[in-house]
């Protein structure tokens, strides 16, 4: 492949900007001609936020729209769910429902919306918010309760999802986690919700003001949605035109982003050296040379010389290529005992610090702080403030994880 110079790098990022600068006068001209974006949606609130309030106030018989669950039955009929078979007359719509986006239930069926507008999949989301949903359920209902559950995973166009984190396989109409299955639909912007606002406005024709409303916000989804087709003809005619520059680009950013990873990690290494009491606690940094845990950071007299080298510590570790960084107590020893059993667990239920945090067999608890190893290094390089916030952070997991950290490792020397 071709080497480039810094030149040659840097003519073609002055030649990105100005093509998106050009991009820009071309909207403003429309503006300038009375062909404006204008739309009360777009001033009210944040997209994301926006959209999915507005679906869910539509979607609910209760809505203030007065028109019960005829809307519900439309949505429904244009997804191509009806054989689902919820109670639409029986139903609750729930927004922010434990961080589902949108959550509709008649008591025995449960319909999952997750609104991806700007982010892929991060954080096994999807499959956080199905294990939710299992959680609240009767234990003796738990053999049916998967084919009671549907996903609709909604994004700006129609493509081929592949997969999502925590689901072990994805197909067309099912999500496969484990040996169980639930029902899955992709719907978009772009089809599924135009459709639907087109069916409810014909539905609603002679109540003018409810109308004028939806049709505001019919403007408002065509403006995301060309919005974005325009900016990705524009990255997509400069990438045509050098394609071997971005190929190698793309190559070296990998890279550049383990290398951003490290500096960050070296920096929260210093400070917390500095800050932490070396009396209670040994602090270990490590490289990422590839996905393995960030820091080891171990109480004094539970480590590698003690019990074998069977011990629980603190640890940062990054999962899915750097992405998913957990914060939290797992163990040294993966042969041993699971850190899920009640045991175990029953220590970590005493303390209000951490009780609610996630629990698996080898982190007794964990949390996770940043969604993406991306997010993580664009908070970094905008914010001076990071480094310190991150190591308050720190301090203060070992604060409050100090008396837990020590029992949960008791019980590992008596078992």
Same mark, same amino acid.
């Given at each position: 492949?071709?080497?480039?110079?810094?030149?040659?790098?840097?003519?073609?990022?002055?030649?990105?900007?100005?093509?998106?600068?050009?991009? $820009?006068?071309?909207?403003?001209?429309?503006?300038?001609?009375?062909?404006?974006?204008?739309?009360?949606?777009?001033?009210?609130?944040?997209?994301?936020?926006?959209?999915?309030?507005? !679906?869910?106030?539509?979607?609910?018989?209760?809505?203030?729209?007065?028109?019960?669950?005829?809307?519900?039955?439309?949505?429904?009929?244009?997804?191509?769910?009806?054989?689902?078979?919820?109670?639409?007359?029986?139903?609750?719509?729930?927004?922010?429902?434990?961080?589902?986006?949108?959550?509709?239930?008649?008591?025995?069926?449960?319909?999952?919306?997750?609104?991806?507008?700007?982010?892929?999949?991060?954080? *096994?989301?999807?499959?956080?918010?199905?294990?939710?949903?299992?959680?609240?359920?009767?234990?003796?209902?738990?053999?049916?309760?998967?084919?009671?559950?549907?996903?609709?995973?909604?994004?700006?166009?129609?493509?081929?999802?592949?997969?999502?984190?925590?689901?072990? *396989?994805?197909?067309?109409?099912?999500?496969?986690?484990?040996?169980?299955?639930?029902?899955?639909?992709?719907?978009?912007?772009?089809?599924?919700?135009?459709?639907?606002?087109?069916?409810?406005? !014909?539905?609603?024709?002679?109540?003018?003001?409810?109308?004028?409303?939806?049709?505001?916000?019919?403007?408002?989804?065509?403006?995301?949605?060309?919005?974005?087709?325009?900016?990705?003809?524009?990255? !997509? *005619?400069?990438?045509?035109?050098?394609? $071997?520059?971005?190929?190698?680009?793309?190559?070296?950013?990998?890279?550049?982003?383990?290398?951003?990873?490290?500096?960050?990690?070296?920096?929260?290494?210093?400070?917390?050296?500095?800050?932490?009491?070396?009396?209670?606690?040994?602090?270990?940094?490590?490289?990422?040379?590839?996905?393995?845990? !960030?820091?080891?950071?171990?109480?004094?007299?539970?480590?590698?010389?003690?019990?074998?080298?069977?011990?629980?510590?603190?640890?940062?570790?990054?999962?899915?290529?750097?992405?998913?960084?957990?914060?939290?107590?797992?163990?040294?020893?993966?042969?041993?005992?699971?850190?899920?059993?009640?045991?175990?667990?029953?220590?970590?239920?005493?303390?209000?610090?951490?009780?609610?945090?996630?629990?698996?067999?080898?982190?007794?608890?964990?949390?996770?702080?940043?969604?993406?190893?991306?997010?993580?290094?664009?908070?970094?390089?905008?914010?001076?403030?990071?480094?310190?916030?991150?190591?308050?952070?720190?301090?203060?997991?070992? *604060?409050?994880?100090?008396?837990?950290?020590?029992?949960?490792?008791?019980?590992?020397?008596?078992?």
């Amino acid at each position: 492949m071709t080497e480039f110079t810094q030149e040659q790098y840097q003519k073609f990022f002055d030649e990105f900007e100005k093509a998106y600068k050009e991009y $820009e006068n071309k909207v403003k001209e429309r503006r300038a001609r009375g062909i404006h974006d204008y739309n009360v949606f777009d001033v009210l609130e944040a997209k994301e936020v926006k959209h999915s309030k507005f !679906i869910a106030s539509l979607l609910d018989p209760k809505g203030l729209h007065y028109q019960g669950d005829l809307f519900l039955n439309k949505f429904i009929e244009v997804c191509g769910i009806d054989d689902f078979g919820l109670d639409t007359s029986n139903v609750l719509v729930y927004r922010e429902y434990k961080n589902i986006d949108i959550y509709i239930t008649d008591g025995n069926k449960h319909i999952i919306i997750e609104n991806k507008l700007w982010t892929g999949d991060h954080n *096994e989301q999807v499959a956080r918010y199905i294990q939710t949903i299992i959680d609240e359920q009767n234990k003796d209902e738990l053999s049916e309760i998967y084919e009671r559950i549907l996903v609709l995973y909604l994004t700006p166009f129609d493509y081929v999802i592949e997969k999502l984190g925590g689901i072990d *396989e994805v197909g067309k109409d099912y999500l496969k986690l484990r040996q169980n299955q639930v029902a899955f639909r992709h719907i978009s912007y772009e089809n599924e919700i135009l459709n639907w606002l087109n069916e409810v406005k !014909i539905e609603i024709v002679n109540l003018t003001d409810l109308n004028v409303i939806i049709t505001q916000y019919e403007k408002a989804v065509k403006n995301l949605i060309n919005g974005e087709k325009m900016e990705n003809n524009l990255i !997509i *005619e400069q990438i045509k035109r050098n394609y $071997e520059l971005c190929v190698n680009i793309h190559n070296k950013f990998e890279n550049a982003k383990i290398n951003l990873l490290n500096e960050l990690f070296s920096k929260v290494d210093k400070t917390l050296q500095e800050t932490i009491n070396p009396k209670d606690w040994t602090i270990e940094f490590h490289e990422i040379k590839e996905p393995f845990k !960030i820091f080891s950071i171990k109480l004094k007299g539970y480590n590698e010389e003690n019990h074998d080298g069977n011990y629980i510590y603190y640890c940062i570790e990054p999962q899915n290529g750097y992405n998913n960084i957990l914060f939290g107590l797992v163990r040294s020893n993966k042969v041993k005992n699971e850190l899920n059993n009640d045991c175990f667990q029953n220590i970590v239920k005493e303390s209000n610090y951490c009780k609610s945090w996630n629990k698996s067999k080898w982190w007794a608890c964990y949390y996770k702080k940043f969604s993406t190893a991306d997010d993580l290094i664009l908070e970094y390089l905008k914010n001076e403030k990071f480094i310190s916030e991150i190591v308050k952070d720190i301090c203060n997991d070992l *604060e409050n994880l100090k008396d837990v950290l020590e029992k949960l490792n008791k019980k590992l020397i008596e078992k």
